[in-house]
């Protein structure tokens, strides 16, 4: 079988994207993937921070003057196909990347598939131009990668027939067992020894939702006093976010931690009693995709309240691995985090199936169905 090109303008060392596509590469057999990928701006370097045994073409994808952009992609792609003998392509966004491979396979034999996340989407959809081009794409692509169901029903409201997507969900990063040692240090120098922890990690963005849990705990402190809530995640909310804290009877009880390294999220993990985000949808079309935060969460052995939004669902089993409440409602989040905190042995049940959900979600799953799409398509 050949080779199959991924061409993405995200790879780690940052962007969850990104760390979805380094997932999927890493679960394929290496002589099938090579990875194309736009060079990284991150102060580390990208070859120290994985060792893979695939190939990575780390070099520009885009003109980095003039418009459009994306027309110096043809050519570079044109070239290096010729060069590779490639003539089976993954489309990491579909704009820009996908008018290129668009255009290209109208003058060379191509098989080509887009990923779809959501937002890459939705937002495009708001210009007739953008809207149409990317009905091109589609159309012309011989398949088209869903990172959820949401993103599939997407999808089909722009006339892609459903034969013609495949839903291929992130795979969480299943955590390594906590360090025994930091999880002691964090609980002796917040004094969590009889304080249940609740916890939200995510960027600080007004999708998230961070407000509607802050906005919670002024009731939820009546019954449970002693809860403390701890935010993980750095982002433009921040300030906004700390200004409303600070309104709280008890806000010294709310903690925002910033951005942490694996190992301290994984100790905030142990300590937490609840994993807690509960975005919305925004009016320009952002929305949340699967939320694979909650399958790590899961994982981890703890319940989950989520809202229902986008994708939401499909990470949670409402009443099996954690609860949902609708977008932006204080009143039902309040119920559901008293609920869980009232009934340890429904937590506890509810932890354990979510671990159980977060291993079904592996990026080996992910990877057979793009060589079985491939595969298919080569016959």
Same mark, same amino acid.
């Given at each position: 079988?050949?080779?199959?090109? &991924?061409?993405t303008? @995200?790879?780690p060392p940052?962007?969850?994207v990104?760390?979805?596509y380094r997932?999927?590469?890493r679960?394929?057999?290496?002589e099938?993937i090579?990875v194309?990928a736009?060079?990284s701006?991150? @102060?580390?370097?990208?070859d120290a !921070?994985?060792?893979?045994n695939?190939?990575?073409?780390?070099s520009p *994808?885009l003109?980095?003057?003039?418009?459009?952009?994306?027309?110096?992609?043809?050519?570079r792609l044109?070239?290096?196909l010729?060069?590779?003998?490639?003539?089976?392509?993954?489309v990491?966004?579909v704009?820009p *990347?996908g008018?290129a /491979?668009?255009l290209l396979s109208l003058?060379?034999?191509?098989h080509?598939a887009?990923? /779809?996340h959501?937002?890459?989407?939705?937002?495009?959809?708001?210009?007739?131009?953008?809207?149409?081009?990317?009905?091109?794409?589609?159309?012309?692509?011989?398949?088209?990668?869903a990172?959820?169901? !949401?993103v599939?029903?997407?999808?089909?409201?722009?006339?892609?027939?459903s034969a013609k +997507?495949?839903v +291929?969900?992130?795979s969480?990063?299943?955590s390594? !067992?906590?360090?025994?040692?930091?999880?002691?240090r964090?609980?002796?120098?917040f004094?969590?020894?009889?304080?249940p922890v609740l *916890?939200? +990690?995510?960027?600080? /963005?007004?999708r998230k939702?961070h407000?509607?849990?802050l906005?919670?705990?002024e009731?939820?402190?009546? @019954?449970?006093?002693d809860?403390r809530?701890f935010?993980?995640g750095?982002?433009?909310?921040?300030?906004?976010?700390?200004?409303l804290?600070?309104?709280l009877?008890?806000?010294?009880?709310?903690?925002?931690l910033?951005? &942490? =390294?694996? =190992?301290?999220?994984?100790?905030?993990?142990?300590?937490a009693?609840?994993?807690?985000m509960?975005?919305?949808?925004?009016?320009?079309?952002?929305v949340e995709?699967?939320?694979?935060?909650?399958?790590e969460?899961?994982y981890a052995?703890?319940? /989950?309240?989520?809202?229902?939004?986008g994708?939401?669902?499909?990470a949670?089993?409402?009443?099996?691995?954690?609860?949902l409440?609708? @977008?932006? =409602?204080?009143?039902?989040?309040?119920?559901a985090?008293?609920?869980l905190?009232?009934?340890p042995? *429904?937590?506890?049940?509810?932890?354990?199936?979510?671990r159980?959900?977060?291993?079904g979600?592996?990026?080996?799953?992910?990877?057979?169905k793009i060589?079985?799409?491939?595969?298919?398509?080569?016959r």
């Open positions: 079988m050949g080779k199959i090109l &991924l061409l303008l @995200e790879y940052s962007g969850g990104g760390r979805m997932e999927l590469a679960a394929m057999p290496p099938r090579v194309w736009a060079p701006t991150a @102060e580390i370097s990208p !921070f994985y060792t893979d695939y190939t990575i073409r780390r *994808l003109s980095s003057w003039g418009w459009p952009r994306w027309l110096v992609t043809i050519f044109d070239a290096y010729e060069q590779q003998g490639i003539d089976q392509i993954i990491g966004q704009l *990347l008018t /491979v668009w003058v060379r034999p191509l080509y887009v990923f /779809v959501g937002l890459d989407v939705l937002k495009p959809m708001k210009s007739k131009r953008k809207k149409w081009l990317i009905k091109k794409i589609f159309h012309r692509a011989n398949g088209i990668f990172a959820n169901k !949401f599939a029903g997407l999808i089909k409201e722009l006339d892609v027939p +997507i495949t +291929i969900y992130p969480p990063a299943l390594k !067992f906590p360090n025994a040692a930091l999880v002691k964090l609980g002796d120098e004094d969590l020894a009889k304080a *916890l939200t +990690i995510s960027r600080l /963005v007004e939702g407000d509607v849990v906005r919670a705990l009731i939820v402190w009546r @019954e449970v006093p809860l809530y935010i993980i750095d982002g433009p909310m921040r300030a906004r976010l700390k200004i804290k600070n309104t009877s008890r806000h010294e009880q709310v903690k925002f910033g951005a &942490l =390294d694996d =190992d301290e999220t994984t100790a905030w993990l142990s300590l009693a609840i994993f807690i509960t975005p919305r949808t925004l009016p320009n079309g952002d995709g699967l939320g694979i935060v909650y399958l969460a899961g052995g703890k319940p /989950v309240i989520g809202s229902y939004s994708g939401v669902s499909e949670i089993v409402d009443g099996e691995t954690g609860l409440v609708p @977008e932006n =409602d204080i009143k039902a989040t309040t119920a985090i008293l609920k905190l009232h009934d042995a *429904l937590a506890a049940r509810m932890g354990a199936a979510g159980k959900r977060a291993l979600f592996s990026a080996r799953s992910g990877a057979s060589l079985e799409f491939f595969n298919h398509q080569t």
